[in-house]
């Protein structure tokens, strides 16, 4: 499809995006497609006082099938603006897809780097070692709306030999005067992996060393993402095919972190132990990238690929959303997850409530933020819909939430802790970012419910205070394309 092409079929879609207009659970303070199908934050920057946001887009279809690269703007966080599209698979080495990749601001421009899938039909193929095409594509602009032809860096074939067909979502990282690129990838044994390019400028790149971790830890490595944070090397990614441990890697797929130790340049690296991002049903592919004042702002998808949960929103013609964005500290080895300070914008009337007082509290709007405050907590229970509910076992050092039928087919999530000291929940009309502990830990997840719902501590210990505020929408305009 090329620009032409989605014109044309843009105006025949028409009644699709009036059809995902009128769903009640369209949300008011989230990023979500005007119609069809959103998934993975790509070439996230900021260029002349302007946040760009692009991402993985399927305008037509609810179920992602051809990808094309949205593409929205704003300069607060408040208003934002949907622009055209700025890729599409016009490319032969892009043909099936324009698969993630991220943005590098320098020398004046947006540098962008990203996958091109192609898919060959023409025989029994297991898409795995054979049958595929994932092409390192770069490309360039001067606006962030207006693009350099497309180039051709490398394919599958200038990678090294072990590794299979998937090796996927380019992102740029630059160290000592040398730029490394990272990519995800899948070896010839099914082991996730990272491969790391090595290039100069920006350019010639060439294959440098190949990151594990000291055991296997799942199959394919996707979305990976390196950078410095409080004097530490970072390295996000999204593993698939982890096995449950206890009461975590419930989600078919993962997200989060490793610490990297060691000198990329001399090839001598190692991982720490992975830990997750998000702990909730619905979070992946997150992307992060160091804005002009410095803080390093994170925009994940909310959604997960091959989930057997379900979004109700798909018979009205749209799934999924983005997260909030969310400014990432480094402490003590752990990230910590907050939204963005300009967030607080959005919040409109506000009650503030002791303990007791905060327990069947019937609410119609359900986009609020709901801050908590606790001093010694041995546990509690909130509740945060009629059949959605959060709680804190101090004896097992475990938090859960808990969804019912709204689940839409989620049942249960848990992170362990060991104490509790504050929760701050922002509820959009289907959807949740539970922060707890200074974002510590985050549960990210869709919810979907009709009609007066009753929130509240059921049970409760050491709670101190409890405040609410409204939440406001974000101003969403859309460009005439």
Same mark, same amino acid.
């Given at each position: 499809? +090329?620009?032409?092409?989605?014109?044309?079929?843009?105006?025949? +879609?028409?009644?699709?995006?009036?059809?995902?207009?009128?769903?009640?659970?369209?949300?008011?303070?989230?990023?979500?497609?005007?119609?069809?199908? =959103?998934?993975?934050?790509?070439?996230?920057?900021?260029?002349?006082?302007?946040? !760009?946001?692009?991402?993985?887009?399927?305008?037509?279809?609810?179920?992602?099938?051809?990808?094309?690269?949205? !593409?929205?703007?704003?300069?607060? *966080?408040?208003?934002?603006?949907?622009?055209?599209?700025?890729?599409?698979?016009?490319? %032969?080495?892009?043909?099936?897809?324009?698969?993630?990749?991220?943005?590098?601001?320098?020398?004046?421009?947006?540098?962008?780097?990203? $996958?091109?899938?192609?898919?060959?039909?023409?025989?029994?193929?297991?898409?795995?070692?054979?049958?595929?095409?994932? +092409?390192?594509?770069?490309?360039?602009?001067?606006?962030?709306?207006?693009?350099?032809?497309?180039?051709?860096?490398?394919?599958?074939?200038? *990678?090294?030999?072990?590794?299979?067909? !998937?090796? %996927?979502?380019?992102?740029?990282?630059?160290?000592?005067?040398?730029?490394?690129?990272?990519?995800?990838?899948?070896?010839?044994?099914?082991?996730?992996?990272?491969?790391?390019?090595?290039?100069?400028?920006?350019?010639?790149?060439?294959?440098?060393? =190949?990151?594990?971790?000291?055991?296997?830890?799942?199959?394919?490595?996707?979305?990976?993402?390196?950078?410095?944070?409080?004097?530490? $090397?970072?390295?996000?990614?999204?593993?698939?095919?982890?096995?449950?441990?206890?009461?975590?890697?419930?989600?078919? !797929?993962?997200?989060?972190?490793?610490?990297?130790?060691?000198?990329?340049?001399?090839?001598?690296?190692?991982?720490?132990?992975?830990?997750?991002?998000?702990?909730?049903?619905?979070?992946?592919?997150?992307?992060?990238?160091?804005?002009?004042?410095?803080?390093?702002?994170?925009?994940?998808?909310?959604?997960?690929?091959?989930?057997?949960?379900?979004?109700?929103?798909?018979?009205?013609?749209?799934?999924?959303?983005?997260?909030?964005?969310?400014?990432?500290?480094?402490?003590?080895?752990?990230?910590?997850? %907050?939204? =963005?300070?300009?967030?607080?914008?959005?919040?409109?009337?506000?009650? $503030?409530?002791?303990?007791?007082?905060?327990?069947?509290?019937?609410?119609?709007?359900?986009? *609020?933020?709901?801050?908590?405050?606790?001093?010694?907590?041995?546990?509690?229970?909130?509740?945060?819909? +009629?059949?959605?509910?959060?709680?804190?076992?101090?004896?097992?050092?475990?938090?859960?939430?808990?969804?019912?039928?709204?689940?839409?087919?989620?049942?249960?999530?848990?992170?362990?802790?060991?104490?509790? %000291?504050?929760?701050?929940?922002?509820?959009?009309?289907?959807?949740?970012?539970?922060?707890?502990?200074?974002?510590?830990?985050?549960?990210?997840?869709?919810?979907?419910?009709?009609?007066?719902?009753?929130?509240? *501590?059921?049970?409760?210990?050491?709670?101190?205070? =409890?405040?609410?505020?409204?939440?406001?929408?974000?101003?969403?305009?859309?460009?005439?394309?």
């Amino acid at each position: 499809m +090329n620009i032409e092409e989605f014109r044309e079929v843009w105006e025949e +879609n028409k009644e699709l995006r009036e059809l995902a207009a009128k769903d009640k659970d369209r949300l008011n303070y989230h990023i979500m497609p005007t119609s069809g199908w =959103v998934n993975d934050p790509n070439g996230l920057c900021q260029f002349k006082g302007v946040y !760009h946001i692009y991402y993985q887009y399927s305008p037509f279809d609810v179920n992602g099938k051809l990808k094309l690269w949205g !593409h929205i703007t704003t300069e607060d *966080f408040i208003k934002y603006q949907e622009h055209e599209p700025v890729l599409y698979p016009d490319f %032969r080495y892009d043909q099936n897809g324009v698969y993630s990749g991220s943005a590098v601001v320098r020398n004046g421009k947006i540098n962008y780097f990203y $996958t091109g899938n192609v898919k060959h039909l023409d025989g029994d193929y297991d898409y795995i070692m054979t049958g595929r095409e994932q +092409n390192l594509i770069a490309c360039s602009s001067e606006d962030g709306f207006n693009f350099s032809e497309k180039e051709l860096i490398m394919t599958n074939t200038d *990678f090294p030999s072990k590794l299979s067909l !998937h090796v %996927r979502d380019p992102k740029v990282y630059h160290k000592n005067g040398i730029d490394y690129m990272v990519i995800g990838a899948r070896d010839d044994n099914s082991t996730g992996c990272i491969l790391v390019l090595k290039g100069k400028d920006l350019k010639d790149w060439e294959c440098h060393t =190949v990151i594990y971790s000291d055991e296997k830890f799942g199959y394919m490595w996707e979305c990976p993402d390196l950078f410095d944070l409080n004097g530490e $090397t970072v390295l996000v990614t999204c593993p698939q095919g982890v096995p449950e441990e206890g009461y975590i890697y419930k989600n078919v !797929h993962q997200n989060g972190y490793f610490l990297v130790n060691g000198n990329l340049e001399s090839k001598d690296v190692n991982l720490s132990e992975f830990r997750l991002l998000d702990y909730g049903f619905d979070f992946y592919a997150p992307q992060s990238f160091e804005d002009e004042s410095g803080r390093r702002i994170l925009v994940g998808w909310m959604g997960i690929p091959d989930a057997d949960y379900t979004n109700r929103t798909t018979e009205n013609g749209w799934q999924h959303a983005l997260t909030m964005p969310r400014e990432l500290i480094l402490k003590d080895g752990i990230i910590y997850q %907050r939204p =963005v300070e300009e967030i607080k914008a959005l919040r409109g009337n506000n009650r $503030t409530f002791v303990a007791d007082e905060f327990k069947d509290l019937e609410v119609e709007n359900l986009s *609020f933020e709901l801050c908590a405050e606790f001093e010694k907590c041995n546990g509690f229970k909130l509740n945060l819909r +009629n059949d959605i509910s959060l709680s804190f076992d101090k004896s097992k050092g475990l938090i859960e939430l808990n969804m019912g039928e709204s689940g839409c087919g989620r049942d249960a999530r848990y992170a362990y802790c060991d104490e509790i %000291r504050n929760i701050d929940v922002y509820s959009d009309t289907s959807a949740f970012e539970i922060f707890i502990n200074d974002g510590e830990i985050v549960f990210t997840t869709r919810a979907y419910t009709d009609g007066t719902q009753k929130i509240g *501590f059921e049970k409760l210990d050491g709670l101190s205070k =409890v405040c609410m505020y409204d939440m406001k929408k974000i101003v969403f305009g859309i460009d005439e394309f």
